[in-house]
Nanobody, 126 residues
Framework: QVQLGVSGRGFVEPGGTLRLSCSAPIYMLEYYVIGWFRQAPGKGREGVSSFTDGGGRTYYADSVKGRFTISKDINKKPVDLQMTALEPEDTAVYHC???????????????????WGQGTQVTVSS
């Protein structure tokens, strides 16, 4: 059973910043795309961003481009999602997932992902 660890949660005001981390077994970064998703109440799971190690290829949903940054420190395992200029519309439960690589690094479709971490709540409100 693959375990993805998610850390970081918070309540921030509009315009605020928050960082989430997704920890995966080190071998997974070679064979899997790591993606961040979110699910607001009453809505489906929306792809936010993906990261592919060994080149650091990144992809973003249009709704977060320029505001969110996905990255991984070379000396650390977690794949981080740095969220800035947060808006109330960003309020959701955030999940990280892992997808077996195969020419699909930009895939942000939740149904294609193989493993998931637990969700973490992000609330943006004044």
């Amino acid at each position: 059973q693959v375990q993805l660890g998610v850390s970081g949660r918070g309540f921030v005001e509009p315009g605020g910043t928050l960082r989430l981390s997704c920890s995966a077994p080190i071998y997974m970064l070679e064979y899997y795309v790591i993606g961040w998703f979110r699910q607001a109440p009453g809505k489906g799971r929306e792809g936010v961003s993906s990261f592919t190690d060994g080149g650091g290829r990144t992809y973003y949903a249009d709704s977060v481009k320029g505001r969110f940054t996905i990255s991984k420190d070379i000396n650390k395992k977690p794949v981080d999602l740095q969220m800035t200029a947060l808006e109330p519309e960003d309020t959701a439960v955030y999940h990280c997932g892992a997808l077996v690589r195969g020419g699909n690094e930009g895939d942000l479709s939740a149904q294609n992902y193989d493993y998931w971490g637990q969700g973490t709540q992000v609330t943006v409100s004044s």
